[in-house]
């Protein structure tokens, strides 16, 4: 079963920039560097980047591995800090924030959904999808239940809602972990390689699903290593030694 999520797109404001029909910036990277230390010695795994991605647009990050993709993607949703720079992500500067502040703000603005699933096991499909919600004492139980339903009905698992991970393929599984990483409808929908655990045909689905999140308004970034997939995607920023080669602009 496909989701049907075309119904409910919707445009993201305008600010026209130059006077035409641009859209926002969400998300605003400007000299970003990250420095790792292993024992004595330093590793800069981004070397000042500077990377803009708009209200609305579905982005991927590429490049060959150690090029700095998931770091970058750890930096906008503010799991890593940058070494030096900035980031600016729905208005909020990030950088300025204290970890307190950055997991109540991820947490209401930013769903993330990881190459390994990371379902918990004794959870329904349902329960899953509910958890943000729980956390975030969003609701009352019954509208938290009516939203985890329609979340996961969105990515085309609606008869699957009481079925453990262990009784899903792996692709229903990523499917659910869409649907959690959507439940408190996200300003911000991040991907770390999602389909790095997937077979060819299921991951194209799993793109399908990502593209039809998209077109309900939400902004979508996620990282591949996969050219064929990054092409899915409205825009591919390239990056390589951790530096932007191609914004994809």
């Not at 699957?160 to 899903?168: A, C, G, H, N, W």
Request: glycine share 10%; net charge negative; charged share 25%.
């Amino acid at each position: 079963m496909q989701p049907d999520i075309d119904a409910a797109a919707a445009a993201t404001a305008a600010t026209g920039r130059d006077g035409g029909a641009d859209t926002e910036v969400v998300i605003a990277l400007r000299g970003v560097e990250r420095v790792y230390r292993s024992g004595h010695l330093d590793y800069l795994a981004l070397r000042g980047v500077d990377l803009t991605v708009d209200a609305g647009e579905m982005v991927a990050i590429a490049g060959p591995s150690g090029s700095g993709k998931s770091t970058v993607l750890n930096i906008m949703t503010g799991i890593d800090r940058p070494t030096s720079g900035s980031v600016t992500v729905g208005g909020r500067e990030l950088d300025s924030m204290s970890e307190d502040e950055l997991a109540v703000w991820r947490g209401e603005h930013v769903g993330i959904v990881f190459q390994f699933f990371q379902l918990l096991p004794t959870l329904t499909a349902l329960e899953n999808t509910m958890l943000p919600l729980d956390f975030a004492r969003r609701g009352s139980v019954e509208e938290r239940l009516t939203t985890a339903n329609e979340r996961l009905e969105l990515v085309g698992l609606g008869d699957r809602v009481d079925r453990f991970p262990s009784e899903l393929s792996g692709g229903e599984q990523q499917r659910v972990a869409i649907a959690r990483a959507m439940a408190c409808d996200p300003l911000l929908l991040v991907a770390d390689e999602p389909t790095g655990n997937l077979d060819s045909e299921t991951a194209s689905a799993m793109l399908d699903v990502l593209q039809s999140v998209n077109r309900t308004g939400t902004t979508v970034v996620y990282v591949t290593h996969d050219v064929t997939l990054g092409a899915r995607a409205g825009r591919v920023v390239t990056l390589r030694d951790g530096v932007v080669v191609d914004d994809g602009r």
